[in-house]
């Protein structure tokens, strides 16, 4: 069954439920029917064997008197229930007055009356309240057992009719639930991320339709991530091309002969330096992919916001000294926060060195606690600010403004913030400047 297609299982599925439901019910309606004839039969009797007790009470127990008070009577109830029933007439003595019983049907009655027989008996009760005799009306099992099959038989038709009904039906709303699948799974296997792909749409508002929502929602990531993967490898040989145009060429001109005297120490400096570049550059691209990858793990401790803003504050003090840049850090939060201590120090060092880098002045650095569940950190400076657009770009991979470096810093920035759950912004301030706000959850 595994094979099969999922029409054909639900198809399965359905046929099998329906005989299940057809096996209980015909053995539930077997017992519970008959139980209830036999019940019912019981009633019947015991009413028709007290009006015949009452009847007789008031004459003899003579056969020609109890034959003329029968002749005059209508047929008892049960026997309007398909049913014919007999009756013994007995003395207070346990003697036959009157039967309308066979010979032999009688005897079985006698040694087995609860096998084959319903029966009632009712005493007959004397003006003076004694007993005088006894009225059993008597039906055969055997008739209630036909009667219920009968029932039976009606109720097989019925149970067949409807199954043929609710097949018919099953082969509709098996042609219904396979066709959008069948359209969902032809769509996905034309998918191509080089292709020009268009959505599916169906009109479904069942699980289907959403599952179909979500491929289109995959689908449109993969486009994102293919087209910023494009991105990413045309910057990154840009970026990586620069560099190596530098040491190649001053390399180059030290080998022929070109550069001489003390500009050879100047040739070999650029190297030098241009090498670092690259390492750097290297550095910073392996830690973003090692942080966008599974493997990359990050250890969470209750860590003081303050005491690693302090450090990361320390950690630029060198560069901000060297360009005049003054760094105030107002209402530093000193409750815990869930973060791995190290990733998110170099964070913080990532967005005070690009403020210094495009500050004037100052770097203002606040944290408060947004909403009573929010930890708000934000970092601004009094430079130029954001250039129309660009705070769109900022964190994408190897994209640097005038005075940026490699670009991979504040990317590096954003992933390590969405680890911990969080999200950056970056804006332009109300009184001019670059601001960056970074939202983190509380304990």
Do not use: C
């Amino acid at each position: 069954m595994s094979r099969l297609k999922l029409g054909t299982k639900l198809l399965f599925t359905y046929f099998l439920l329906i005989i299940i439901i057809f096996i209980i019910t015909s053995v539930s309606f077997r017992f519970i029917s008959q139980r209830y004839l036999i019940h019912e039969t019981e009633q019947q009797l015991h009413k028709e064997a007290t009006v015949m007790s009452q009847l007789l009470g008031k004459s003899s127990l003579s056969r020609p008197v109890i034959e003329e008070k029968l002749m005059n009577r209508k047929a008892l109830a049960v026997t309007e229930r398909l049913l014919s029933s007999k009756m013994i007439i007995w003395t207070a003595r346990q003697e036959i007055v009157y039967t309308d019983l066979k010979e032999a049907v009688l005897e079985e009655f006698r040694q087995r009356p609860r096998r084959n027989f319903v029966s009632e008996t009712v005493p007959i009760h004397a003006k003076n309240g004694k007993t005088r005799g006894y009225v059993t009306l008597v039906a055969r099992l055997d008739e209630v057992q036909e009667l219920n099959r009968l029932m039976r038989r009606s109720q097989l038709i019925s149970l067949v009719l409807s199954a043929m009904i609710a097949v018919v039906l099953g082969l509709f709303f098996k042609k219904g639930i396979t066709r959008p699948i069948r359209n969902l799974s032809e769509h996905m296997k034309n998918y191509s991320l080089k292709g020009a792909n268009r959505e599916i749409r169906l009109t479904t508002k069942d699980e289907i339709g959403e599952l179909a929502e979500s491929f289109n929602a995959l689908s449109r990531r993969l486009k994102q991530y293919d087209e910023d993967q494009k991105v990413f490898f045309q910057n990154a040989s840009h970026e990586l091309k620069t560099p190596l145009m530098a040491i190649q060429g001053n390399a180059e001109g030290i080998l022929d002969g070109i550069v001489t005297g003390a500009d050879v120490n100047k040739s070999l400096n650029v190297i030098i330096a241009e090498s670092q570049r690259l390492k750097r550059i290297v550095e910073g691209i392996t830690y973003l992919a090692k942080l966008e990858s599974v493997e990359e793990s990050f250890v969470f401790k209750r860590e003081s916001l303050e005491t690693i803003l302090q450090e990361a504050v320390e950690s630029v003090a060198a560069l901000a000294d060297q360009r005049e840049i003054e760094i105030v850090v107002e209402r530093a939060i000193s409750e815990p926060l869930m973060v791995d201590r190290e990733k998110m120090k170099r964070a913080f060092i990532n967005l005070l060195g690009n403020a210094i880098r495009y500050a004037k002045s100052a770097v203002i650095v606040k944290s408060s606690i947004w909403d009573g569940k929010t930890f708000l950190i934000e970092v601004m400076d009094n430079g130029i600010g954001f250039a129309p657009g660009e705070v769109d770009k900022v964190f994408q991979r190897f994209y640097s403004g005038e005075e940026g470096g490699s670009g991979i810093g504040l990317a590096i920035t954003k992933a390590i913030i969405e680890a911990h759950g969080g999200t950056i912004k970056a804006l332009n301030g109300v009184q001019g400047g670059a601001v960056f706000q970074i939202w983190l959850r509380k304990l």
